[in-house]
């Protein structure tokens, strides 16, 4: 079967997953329903699976009524119009022409792309439901992981991870609460390339896939205990992320987003700079020691830890350059976001338009000026021709008169 077949695989690998001295077979001394087995992995895939037509209902059918609560509007855009030739060239060759790509480029073109590249661009009521469904989403897990763990001497002493390591019966909530992390990270995954495009696209993928693999690898190590810790840690400052957005995005609660930009900013450096290196990766890099020697899964396991607290890090920089801003009332938008602000550009636009209005005019009244002058000095260099021939002409016509 297939159970067997896998467990075989593993078991000349159980030194990598397990402690120095533990083999599979010594796991076998739990039972089946409570010690974690590889195997049960594969309930994430298809609860990924229900969580992408379950957010698809929910951005169709709940978000909706949602943005009209908090007053989420759609921005008019103005449309590029109709230009084959820049057509082609903005969905073959690039969206930002320059002057190598493009012959010449002129104003009007470059307005031309800007407004076509503004088309493309996600609104207002698709960023509010991805911000309300990720809200919702870590609102629930991190209430039914407090709930769950509230209680458990783990969650006070971090000594009590390791107590016993590895037979440490896995709980069926401490189960369904790993799964259903899992199969919604791998939903992200799945989502990620029709979802709106940040400047931290990149960090974003190495997160999840970190937060997959670490999920994945603790439990099959069972090392659950420290896992929901470090699980319900982060869903607890990313509530009040995706609240700040959903606020941010409305219209009249500017004071409710600035609060709740603040107190994320104070709960993310401090879970994530603070609690997250010296309780919880002190505990699995200094405290497990306590209970078994090092071997290749916990030197996996704590190297997975230090690439998220190194995002952690570059995050925190993002959070603190915006709170720089908002001190000097200069924050205007999330700094992860990489797309262009549409009413910036329909501003620009606009005075675009005016600057080249103004120039036209310009230009028409200095060719007035010139074309007065000019027709002047015609005027004048006429009449000076006249009178000199006239006065040239004067003496044969008194001669002829004479």
Known sequence: TFKTTYLLCLLDFDQYWLPPGVTWKDMEQLADSNRPQPQDLLVALPLSLGFVAL?????????????????????????????????????????????????????????????????????????????????????????????????????????????????????RAHFWYYMLELGFYFSLLLRISVDIKRKDFMQQVIHHLATIILLSFSYCANYVRIGTLILLLHDSSDILLESAKMFHYGT??????????????????????????????????????????????????????????????????LILRMVFKFLKGKLEKDERSDEESVAEEEEEDNSEDDNLDQSRDCYWEKSKETLNSRLSALTNNCVLNNLTHQRLSLPNRMTKSQ
């Not at 493309?120 to 991805?130: A, H, I, S, V, Y």
């Not at 994530?272 to 916990?298: C, D, H, Q």
């Open 55 to 171: 957010r698809h209902a929910f951005e169709r059918f709940l978000a909706p009524p949602l943005c009209r609560c908090f007053g989420v509007k759609k921005r008019s855009q103005s449309a590029a119009g109709p230009f084959p030739q820049l057509e082609v060239f903005y969905s073959q060759r690039s969206s930002h022409p320059t002057q190598v790509g493009l012959k010449k480029t002129t104003r009007q073109v470059e307005m031309w792309f800007r407004r076509r590249r503004n088309q493309d661009r996600p609104c207002q009521t698709k960023k509010f439901g991805e911000a309300a469904w990720r809200f919702f989403f870590y609102l629930t897990a991190f209430v039914a992981g407090l709930f769950s763990l509230i209680d458990r001497p783990w969650f006070w002493d971090h000594r009590e991870c390791w107590r016993q390591y590895p037979f440490q019966p896995l709980e």
């Open 252 to 317: 009249g609660w500017k004071k409710t987003c600035d609060s709740l930009f603040i107190v994320f900013s104070v709960v993310f450096l401090v879970t994530r700079l603070v609690i997250f290196p010296s309780k919880l990766i002190r505990a699995t890099l200094l405290l497990s020691m306590e209970v078994f020697e090092p071997f290749a899964g916990y030197y996996f396991f704590n190297i997975l830890l230090l690439v998220l607290q190194v995002l952690h890090i570059f995050w925190a920089g």
